[in-house]
T-cell receptor, first 115, second 115 residues
């Protein structure tokens, strides 16, 4: 079975540019999560969706960040305008069911560098 | 969610059992213990989880003390490929349409398996 698929794997861009990260969750999973990982702050949850609806976006750093899930098989995380402090590895994860104890399955991440 | 305490790093000889401890003394009755690991440059990988009873799967065993204030992850025969950061996470399990099985990652234990 295909796991969580993220694209691109690497992104290098100049500050001020718009960045769009993409995620395809595992088929049949109802919940989708976006995380960010940096050396200073570790792994942080940014936002999660249940059945394509954003449930908690309290981890989103500021208005420059936005996330959408137009359907059950696709989500995007957008940064506009990007800044050097946004450089990090961004992970997408999905899990089956609606809540409960089911584990999350992570993609391999997008390594983002803002120059 | 309850806070967890893990050693920063551990070493283990290849072929021997790796025993990774985790303290969660403030755990409450409806909180599960989850273990994930992150191999360099990859997304976190789910290992195992449990509530009260000991659990075993093809990857590892989870031993939870009777008072649930601590647990141990056991990799029975560690290999070089088990070198990774291991995260112990305690999480309340909620159910329903708006529930989210959010994970809060701490610093983890960096396990180095040596030949």
């Amino acid at each position: 079975d295909a796991g969580v698929i993220q694209s691109p794997r690497h992104e290098v861009t100049e500050m001020g540019q718009e960045v769009t990260l993409r995620c395809k969750p595992i088929s049949g999973h109802n919940s989708l999560f976006w995380y960010r990982q940096t050396m200073m702050r570790g792994l942080e949850l940014l936002i999660y969706f249940n059945n394509n609806v954003p449930i908690d976006d309290s981890g989103m750093p500021e208005d420059r960040f936005s996330a959408k899930m137009p359907n059950a098989s696709f989500s995007t995380l957008k940064i506009q305008p990007s800044e050097p402090r946004d450089s990090a590895v961004y992970f997408c994860a999905s899990s089956p069911g609606q809540g409960g104890s089911e584990p999350q399955h992570f993609g391999d991440g997008t390594r983002l560098s803002i120059l | 969610d309850a806070k967890t305490t893990q050693p920063t790093s551990m070493d283990c000889a290849e072929g021997r059992a790796a025993n990774l401890p985790c303290n969660h003394s403030t755990i409450s009755g409806n909180e599960y213990v989850y273990w994930y690991r992150q191999i360099h440059s990859q997304g976190p990988q789910y290992i195992i989880h449990g509530l009260k009873n000991n659990e075993t799967n093809e990857m590892a065993s989870l031993i939870i003390t009777e008072d649930r204030k601590s647990s141990t992850l056991i990799l029975p025969h560690a290999t070089l490929r088990d070198t990774a950061v291991y995260y112990c996470i305690v999480r309340v399990v909620l159910r329903g349409n708006n529930a989210g099985n959010m994970l809060t990652f701490g610093g983890g234990t960096r396990l180095m398996v040596k030949p």
